[in-house]
């Protein structure tokens, strides 16, 4: 189970440095293909179904001992880990989202203030 973990987001960490080397842009925002995209944020919408539950829209309402997010120090990287595998009460999202969905919502959680 370890090894299945950490080479999932090895993958992750991997095609979003590729990604943005070839595109020139901020990991999560290449949706180019993506029609939800089209009116809101690409994460926005996957952070509202998924995350406002217990983090809040604005990431702030901490249900469950869920951590404020606009006060997190974790990065885009750190992020991706987070939901992708989960923590104590932090459910993981990797069967439910797929690694690019993953990447926008957490792109999308760097944005709320
Ligand atoms: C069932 C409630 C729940 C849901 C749904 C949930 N979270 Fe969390 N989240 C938590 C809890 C609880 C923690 C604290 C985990 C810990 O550190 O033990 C947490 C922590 C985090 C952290 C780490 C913050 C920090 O710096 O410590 C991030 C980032 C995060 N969540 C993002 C998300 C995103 C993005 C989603 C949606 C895909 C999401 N969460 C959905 C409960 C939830």
């Known amino acids: 189970m370890m090894i299945l973990f950490s080479r999932t987001s090895w993958l992750l960490l991997l095609s979003m440095g590729l990604l943005g080397a070839c595109q020139g842009q901020e990991p999560g925002y290449q949706t180019s293909t993506d029609t939800t995209a089209a009116v809101m944020p690409p994460g926005k919408a996957l952070f509202e179904q998924n995350c406002a539950l217990c983090h809040g829209s604005d990431g702030k309402r901490g249900l469950n001992g869920a951590h404020d997010l606009t006060k997190s120090n974790l990065n885009q990287a750190g992020r991706v880990y987070m939901v992708t595998n989960g923590l104590g009460n932090m459910p993981a999202f990797k069967n439910q989202l797929s690694p690019e ?6 792109a999308y959680s760097l944005t709320l203030q």
Do not use: L
């Open 101 to 106: 969905q993953i990447e926008q919502v957490a």
